[in-house]
């Protein structure tokens, strides 16, 4: 194989990048004059909540989806035919056959070579399935798209995922989040199948994330010991917790594709292999629109690099400018690139969430989201280890490299997050940033420990000492933390537990009652996540009525002239599934009841109540 094809050693092409960005810029430009013209509320165009206002936006939010969707498949298409094309030439090209491990022969290898961490995959695969329902958070109006159609049309585009992140207009933009869920559900839609996949997506990152850190450092090699203390600080903690043990939120495959990306990335800096150059940018390309803030993990990394490196040619006065400025063009090729991905997603944001949210004018997402700054231990440490990585780059004892670059991007992460929403070191938000401070610590490990082992009786005191580091560190956060792993996924479980459990008692309830010739009717509030939509049409009740609690009134929703008042009467159930039985309060003040279930002691409990008499006062 020659050289020019199995490096970029020169550049792909300026002149389609000048382009690229000329074309990406104008659109940009027209994008902001569009919407500061929407912004002045032009008279031309109708009211956003008239019937004809309601009808250009949703046909707009369609149209401008699909365009944004084809160009997107073309683009990942390009980098994939690319990949196959330089994989083809790879083939006919070597001269060596060099034949990978089958996949179940690596398993067999990995598991004999890491039993521990074997062992703890596996347990805590065991617990994100045990006792998952799809009654629960968002997933309660995601589900009943997946069950409509007598389960025929399984690779049909599902409007529930598609409204929740294409159909926004409240300034969010992550068009790409949830979709990966939303293939598995053409071919399954068990959750526990969901949550198994969950599983692996967070063993691959895991396994990702020691891949990179053994490209980080070429001359020194992870061995078991730094596997345990990565996976065990990047699995116990409550921000891994809170976004693994459901599938509700977009921090997974944000995760997926930034370690992929940073995978590929290093591959690319150490090999310059073309195949490696088109892997990084179809991962930054699907990443950058997983999640609003996603451009700063996917941007920051390239733009540090390519300052590093102008820097860096800057100061080579023997080499002339034309000399100067082709090199960096050679080195720097990939990261023009994602700048120029940086333009695209401030474009694709411009005309796909901000001009529809300025014309619908309800607001941003995050007005009524606290605002703060709750930094834990991790977090500190991630700051010092920065600090120090820092002060040895500048006193030249350590080379600026990728994992500062990513440091960084971190750091700006930290920043969005805090001045949009809230850095809360529990949250699910901040999963990012505790995959890249569980990076940071592997790294210190490996460097200062593991690669200094060579023997199998220090490797096996290593291995020992990891899991007792693991251990106190994990207790020492949950001794100095309100918000600690084991609650948050104690709390998780109990609500998830508690929606099932009173969904199934009310449905033995009404069941019971039709086969004694005494159909309920159900009361519930109209505050509930479920409704007659959302899966309380299979509990066979007589009649469905909700509670309104801006007029106080009951209405109507089915098994009668919908819309239609009700009145209260004797006998009736009064359900309170998924929220806080503070919602059903104003409920009780218009009747008297005896309480059949009640799930926990908590005031977050399912709770049923049969009415005994009304209050004629209410």
Same mark, same amino acid.
């Given at each position: 194989?020659?050289?020019?094809?199995?490096?970029?050693?020169?550049?792909?092409?300026?002149?389609?990048?000048?382009?690229?960005?000329?074309?990406?810029?104008?659109?940009?430009?027209?994008?902001?004059?569009?919407?500061?013209?929407?912004?002045?509320?032009?008279?031309?165009?109708?009211?956003?909540?008239?019937?004809?206002?309601?009808?250009?936006?949703?046909?707009?939010?369609?149209?401008?989806?699909?365009?944004?969707?084809?160009?997107?498949?073309?683009?990942?298409? $390009?980098?994939?035919?690319?990949?196959?094309?330089?994989?083809?030439?790879?083939?006919?090209?070597?001269?060596?056959?060099?034949?990978?491990?089958?996949?179940?022969?690596?398993?067999?290898?990995?598991?004999?070579?890491?039993?521990?961490?074997?062992?703890?995959?596996?347990?805590?695969?065991?617990?994100?399935?045990?006792?998952?329902?799809?009654?629960?958070?968002?997933?309660?109006?995601?589900?009943?798209?997946?069950?409509?159609?007598?389960?025929?049309?399984?690779?049909?585009?599902?409007?529930?995922?598609?409204?929740?992140?294409?159909?926004?207009?409240?300034?969010?933009?992550?068009?790409?989040?949830?979709?990966?869920?939303?293939?598995?559900?053409?071919?399954?839609?068990?959750?526990?199948?969901?949550?198994?996949?969950?599983?692996?997506?967070?063993?691959?990152?895991?396994?990702?994330?020691?891949?990179?850190?053994?490209?980080? $450092?070429?001359?020194?090699?992870?061995?078991?010991?730094?596997?345990?203390?990565?996976?065990?600080?990047?699995?116990?903690?409550?921000?891994?917790?809170?976004?693994?043990?459901?599938?509700?939120?977009?921090?997974?495959?944000?995760?997926?594709?930034?370690?992929?990306?940073?995978?590929?990335?290093?591959?690319?800096?150490?090999?310059?292999?073309?195949?490696?150059?088109?892997?990084?940018?179809?991962?930054?390309?699907?990443?950058?629109?997983?999640?609003?803030?996603?451009?700063?993990?996917?941007? #920051?990394?390239?733009?540090?690099?390519?300052?590093?490196?102008?820097?860096?040619?800057?100061?080579?006065?023997?080499?002339?400018?034309?000399?100067?400025?082709?090199?960096?063009?050679?080195?720097?090729?990939?990261?023009?690139?994602? $700048?120029?991905?940086?333009?695209?997603?401030?474009?694709?944001?411009?005309?796909?969430?901000?001009?529809?949210?300025?014309?619908?004018?309800?607001?941003?997402?995050?007005?009524? #989201?606290?605002?703060?700054?709750?930094?834990?231990?991790?977090?500190?440490?991630?700051?010092?280890?920065?600090?120090?990585?820092?002060?040895?780059?500048?006193?030249?004892?350590?080379?600026?490299?990728?994992?500062?670059?990513?440091?960084?991007?971190?750091?700006?992460?930290?920043?969005?997050? #805090?001045?949009?929403?809230?850095?809360?070191?529990?949250?699910?938000?901040?999963?990012?940033?505790?995959?890249?401070?569980?990076?940071?610590?592997?790294?210190?490990?490996?460097?200062?420990?593991?690669?200094?082992?060579?023997?199998?009786?220090?490797?096996?005191?290593?291995?020992?000492?990891?899991?007792?580091?693991?251990?106190?560190?994990?207790?020492?956060?949950?001794?100095?933390?309100?918000?600690?792993?084991?609650?948050?996924?104690?709390?998780?479980?109990?609500?998830?537990?508690?929606?099932?459990?009173?969904?199934?008692?009310?449905?033995?309830?009404?069941?019971?009652?039709?086969?004694?010739?005494?159909?309920?009717?159900?009361?519930?509030?109209?505050?509930?996540?479920?409704?007659?939509?959302?899966?309380?049409?299979?509990?066979?009740?007589?009649?469905?009525?909700?509670?309104?609690?801006?007029?106080?009134?009951?209405?109507?929703?089915?098994?009668?002239?919908?819309?239609?008042?009700?009145?209260?009467?004797?006998?009736?159930?009064?359900?309170?599934?998924?929220?806080?039985?503070?919602?059903?309060?104003?409920?009780?003040?218009?009747?008297?009841?005896?309480?059949?279930?009640?799930?926990?002691?908590?005031?977050?409990?399912?709770?049923?109540?049969?009415?005994?008499?009304?209050?004629?006062?209410?």
């Amino acid at each position: 194989m020659s050289q020019s094809d199995s490096k970029t050693t020169a550049p792909v092409n300026q002149h389609r990048q000048i382009h690229l960005g000329i074309g990406l810029l104008i659109a940009l430009i027209m994008g902001m004059a569009i919407s500061l013209w929407i912004n002045s509320d032009p008279g031309m165009l109708p009211a956003a909540d008239s019937a004809a206002g309601e009808s250009v936006l949703k046909q707009y939010l369609r149209i401008s989806h699909q365009l944004w969707l084809l160009a997107l498949i073309a683009t990942a298409g $390009c980098l994939l035919l690319n990949i196959i094309r330089v994989d083809s030439k790879q083939d006919d090209d070597s001269t060596t056959e060099v034949r990978n491990k089958p996949f179940h022969q690596s398993i067999i290898l990995f598991t004999r070579n890491n039993p521990f961490v074997t062992v703890l995959f596996i347990a805590y695969s065991i617990a994100m399935v045990a006792g998952t329902t799809y009654l629960y958070a968002d997933l309660i109006g995601w589900y009943p798209d997946l069950i409509n159609g007598h389960y025929l049309d399984n690779f049909s585009i599902k409007e529930s995922f598609v409204k929740e992140t294409m159909r926004r207009t409240d300034f969010r933009f992550f068009p790409l989040a949830h979709q990966d869920i939303h293939i598995l559900s053409w071919f399954s839609i068990n959750i526990k199948t969901w949550m198994l996949f969950n599983a692996g997506e967070l063993i691959a990152i895991t396994l990702l994330s020691l891949k990179f850190l053994n490209k980080l $450092c070429s001359r020194k090699r992870a061995k078991e010991s730094t596997l345990i203390l990565l996976a065990s600080l990047l699995l116990f903690h409550p921000s891994t917790g809170t976004t693994f043990f459901q599938v509700i939120y977009s921090e997974r495959i944000l995760c997926m594709t930034f370690i992929l990306y940073i995978n590929s990335y290093i591959n690319y800096q150490h090999s310059k292999q073309k195949k490696d150059f088109y892997f990084a940018l179809l991962w930054a390309v699907l990443g950058i629109f997983t999640k609003d803030t996603a451009i700063i993990l996917f941007a #920051t990394p390239a733009l540090a690099t390519l300052t590093i490196s102008s820097i860096r040619l800057w100061h080579q006065h023997q080499i002339s400018n034309q000399a100067r400025w082709k090199e960096f063009r050679e080195n720097c090729d990939l990261e023009i690139w994602i $700048c120029l991905l940086s333009i695209a997603f401030l474009t694709s944001y411009t005309f796909l969430s901000l001009i529809p949210s300025l014309y619908a004018g309800e607001g941003a997402y995050n007005n009524d #989201t606290l605002e703060g700054f709750a930094p834990d231990l991790r977090f500190y440490i991630l700051m010092l280890m920065i600090t120090i990585r820092a002060v040895a780059i500048i006193s030249k004892h350590l080379q600026f490299n990728l994992l500062d670059a990513i440091n960084i991007a971190a750091i700006g992460y930290t920043i969005a997050l #805090t001045s949009l929403y809230e850095f809360n070191s529990a949250s699910y938000l901040t999963l990012p940033v505790t995959l890249i401070t569980a990076i940071n610590i592997g790294w210190a490990w490996m460097t200062l420990f593991d690669s200094k082992i060579h023997r199998v009786n220090e490797n096996k005191r290593l291995i020992s000492g990891s899991i007792a580091a693991a251990a106190m560190f994990i207790s020492i956060e949950h001794l100095a933390s309100e918000q600690t792993f084991t609650n948050t996924i104690i709390e998780m479980k109990k609500e998830q537990d508690s929606i099932q459990m009173t969904y199934n008692t009310l449905y033995d309830l009404a069941k019971q009652g039709r086969k004694n010739g005494k159909p309920v009717n159900i009361i519930i509030s109209r505050k509930s996540r479920l409704s007659a939509r959302r899966h309380l049409y299979r509990i066979p009740y007589r009649t469905l009525i909700e509670y309104e609690h801006n007029t106080g009134s009951f209405v109507i929703k089915d098994g009668g002239s919908e819309k239609d008042s009700y009145t209260p009467q004797k006998g009736d159930i009064i359900a309170n599934l998924d929220k806080n039985i503070s919602l059903i309060s104003p409920i009780l003040e218009h009747v008297e009841t005896t309480i059949i279930y009640r799930h926990n002691s908590s005031e977050q409990t399912g709770m049923i109540l049969k009415v005994k008499t009304t209050n004629p006062k209410h």
